[in-house]
């Protein structure tokens, strides 16, 4: 007897060209060509045991499939898959959309993955808005490099130096190495062009080519210069929301002549300049005598022991004399190069604002011997940020105060910057009348750390005490700025661990028992939300757990993130909430306690923790609001061992938000704001509408918003968004637009300076959003009606 087989093939009958793999544990790919229309871009369905799950294009660049002829190679496809999904199925299979025609071969899911699985590439480009694109290589290994094209021409080789994560799945993604590109100045006449990236061993990266248009100051400058209609203006600035421009930070220089600050009007105001510290006093002379600001009169005091200490008994001499006329003071480190509008933007800045107690600026550093570094570095600051200040001393190096707390702070003992700064940090508590002004004030000398922490410990020691707040301050040992460690005593009052779930009884697991040591060492409960789990692991934990003193709540229904928050926190009768994932593991048993002890602060509405995926690699660090017209984590993909753009990782500091994988708030404020809003956010904002509910109502019930990076938490969470929840997130996304429109424009934590193009501090807005003095002020919600 001659035995048959029948083996799968990927040659369909229908002249289709396809394949499907299982790449991964939870990643499925492959693709799907017709060779009778290579233009063509099929859709495909994605079945899990016969049941449609996902619809979705062929269109996804693949190189080897280029090189073979398939048209213009667009006709790959990638999906990733909810383990949970997986675990409960049998069988997934892709069909050519409306026809039924098989995408290669079902995939048994208990069979192993496939070995011959399509290359996963060298890397992948991607177009990150104006000049801007950014990618990834794949390996760890260094100085890798990739040759940029466009439209054929060769215009860079860059070095892949960043690091990133391939795949989906956080549980198995890997490390990779990223780069960031700023192409010529001169591709910015708004025409489209094409980029292709092509790795050094001569594979051409995924999303190669990738179309890109840039406007040289933004299509919104760009039409109001060419006198059009408003509507087109508006056009513009709808474009420019979405598309945002950036400039290279190594381009500061010629991105400061392109987008100079306005010269504000002449006001009649003497300033006085007093110079602290060893530095080259004639170099900031030098610079004063260039100011556009006429009255102003400046004294260089004797060096002391540390930069930035000074004898306070002779700036009151100097104020009493030769500057008894100044109205505004400003401190310095002796050696700064002030900008030619520096002290006219000062006087601006507190005539704007006639109730400021002090104003401080943007900054940019030089090295030892008082000569701008090779590349000017800016230091691009946000709003008055409190904690910041506390921790890091931040506006100290180069601000103003009005000459009546100039001098009471002296009188106070203030004898070195970082006292200065506090005191008028502390004249109006929470409604602190500290203005900041966006773009350079001047370059200032390279900052003494040593010196430095332990004038900024004892400072901050001494503003704690002096408003009866019991603290520990230690040095913490910044990179380019000084760093100290604040711990206030922890606040009376237990807390409520409140974790949704669904079916995830492999990741509640590990959730609730990493977590449950934090809840301990400050006491509480732990509350799970648990959303009709019918999986019999997940079940069998919950009784567990449930045994061991959780608390369950069985919320019926379809799932609702928001809902099930909503539902446990009307149960909690403690004083704080926490809200965590169910895919958060804790990395030691501090978390809790470091962020519990920022809320004895009555002025802080919500803390969150440092968020770092399996690799390593920042996840979240608080949201910037305005990259594309939407919420972008801040530092995502850097190592969690960086220190951040101007050290940011180092200290706390003030957010306009908060992921909702991790969030302590207080039980009263959440009641009083109406908790989370799980008709408009259910699943994807709500933590984002309620930090800004917080900011914008302000004390007593609301308040400020701070991430510690102290506190620091594993994040298992897929970061891809499954297609059957993409149109949710769209509908979440619009509904945010509407309500924080004003908001995501203007960002007080964030620089108008910086870009907002999908990275954040990691480069120049193009052009810059304003230059105006501001306060940290939180607009408040446009009231949209139901249904639109």
């Not at 760009?222 to 203006?233: H, I, K, M, N, V």
């Not at 500057?323 to 050696?335: N, R």
């Not at 019918?534 to 449930?546: F, H, K, N, R, V």
Request: proline share 7%.
């Amino acid at each position: 007897m001659t035995a048959r087989r029948r083996r799968p093939s990927t040659e369909t009958p229908t002249g289709f060209d396809t394949a499907f793999v299982r790449d991964g544990a939870t990643t499925f790919a492959g693709h799907a060509f017709d060779p009778a229309e290579p233009a063509r871009r099929l859709v495909l369905d994605i079945l899990i045991d016969g049941v449609g799950f996902a619809t979705l294009r062929a269109d996804r660049f693949v190189p080897h499939l280029a090189a073979r002829g398939f048209g213009d190679g667009c006709c790959g496809f990638a999906l990733s898959i909810d383990r949970e999904v997986l675990a409960t199925a049998g069988m997934v299979e892709a069909r050519i959309a409306n026809t039924g025609v098989p995408v290669g071969a079902p995939i048994a899911l208990d069979a192993p993955a496939a070995t011959d699985a399509a290359p996963r590439g060298a890397g992948q480009i991607r177009w990150a808005g104006g000049l801007r694109v950014q990618g990834w290589v794949a390996g760890k290994a260094d100085g890798v490099c990739v040759d940029i094209f466009v439209n054929g021409e060769r215009i860079d080789r860059v070095t892949a130096t960043g690091w990133g994560e391939a795949g989906s799945d956080p549980d198995e993604a890997r490390l990779t190495r990223t780069f960031d590109v700023h192409l010529p100045a001169r591709f910015a006449d708004g025409r489209v062009r094409r980029v292709t990236a092509v790795h050094e061993n001569g594979t051409t990266l995924d999303g190669s080519p990738a179309a890109f248009v840039a406007f040289a100051d933004g299509l919104a400058r760009t039409l109001e210069a060419l006198g059009d209609l408003d509507s087109e203006r508006l056009r513009g600035e709808m474009f420019d929301r979405l598309l945002p421009a950036s400039w290279p930070m190594a381009g500061s220089a010629d991105w400061r002549t392109r987008f100079p600050p306005p010269e504000p009007d002449a006001i009649d105001v003497e300033i006085a300049v007093v110079m602290v510290g060893p530095g080259d006093a004639e170099r900031t002379h030098a610079s004063l005598e260039r100011q556009r600001h006429a009255a102003w009169v400046a004294a260089a005091l004797p060096a002391a022991a540390a930069q930035a200490q000074f004898d306070p008994a002779l700036v009151r001499d100097l104020l009493a004399e030769d500057a008894a006329d100044s109205e505004l003071v400003l401190f310095c480190l002796a050696g700064t190069r002030l900008d030619d509008l520096a002290l006219a933007r000062i006087a601006d800045a507190f005539a704007a604002f006639p109730d400021a107690d002090a104003a401080y600026g943007d900054f940019d550093l030089a090295d030892d011997d008082g000569q701008a570094l090779p590349v000017v570095w800016p230091v691009a600051l946000p709003a008055f940020d409190n904690e910041r200040l506390l921790e890091q001393g931040y506006a100290a190096h180069l601000f103003a105060l009005h000459r009546d707390v100039a001098l009471d702070a002296l009188e106070a003992g203030a004898s070195n910057l970082y006292a200065l700064a506090l005191f008028a940090a502390g004249q109006n508590g929470d409604s602190a009348k500290i203005v900041h002004l966006p773009g350079s004030l001047g370059e200032v000398p390279q900052i003494a750390r040593h010196t430095a922490e332990p004038l900024l410990a004892a400072a901050t020691r001494a503003h704690l005490e002096a408003q009866g707040v019991d603290a520990q301050v230690q040095r913490a040992h910044g990179i380019l700025l000084p760093a100290v460690a604040v711990r206030r005593a922890r606040p009376e009052g237990r807390v409520t661990l409140v974790m949704p779930t669904r079916n995830r009884g492999r990741v509640l697991r590990r959730a609730a028992l990493s977590l449950r040591a934090g809840l301990d060492a400050v006491g509480g409960e732990l509350i799970i939300a648990d959303s009709d789990s019918t999986d019999a692991e997940t079940l069998s934990l919950l009784a567990e757990l449930e045994g061991e003193g959780a608390h369950v709540l069985r919320v019926p229904g379809p799932f609702g993130w928001a809902h099930l928050v909503n539902r446990a926190a009307a149960t909690a009768t403690n004083e704080f909430l926490c809200v965590v994932d169910d895919a958060i593991e804790a990395a030691d048993d501090r978390w809790l306690d470091e962020m519990l002890r920022r809320m004895t602060d009555p002025g802080i509405a919500a803390v969150g923790p440092l968020l770092l995926t399996p690799s390593g690699l920042v996840r979240h660090a608080g949201c910037v609001l305005g990259p594309g017209f939407d919420v972008a984590d801040a530092f995502g993909g850097q190592l969690g061992t960086d220190a951040g753009y101007g050290d940011l990782l180092k200290v706390a500091h003030e957010v306009s938000a908060l992921s909702a994988s991790c969030l302590l708030t207080r039980r009263a404020a959440f009641e009083a704001v109406g908790g989370l809003d799980e008709s408009r956010f259910p699943r994807f904002y709500p933590a984002i509408d309620y930090c800004l509910k917080l900011r914008a109502q302000g004390g007593p019930i609301g308040g400020r918003i701070v991430l510690t990076p102290r506190a620091r938490l594993i994040d298992h969470r897929d970061s891809a968004t499954a297609p059957l929840l993409a149109a949710q997130h769209a509908r979440e996304l619009r509904a945010l637009r509407a309500r924080w429109g004003e908001a995501l424009m203007a960002d007080p934590c964030y620089s108008p300076l910086l870009g907002l193009d999908g990275t954040p501090f990691s480069a120049l807005a193009w052009p810059p959003r304003s230059f105006a003095p501001r306060l940290n002020f939180s607009p408040p919600p446009v009231a949209v009606p139901p249904g639109w």
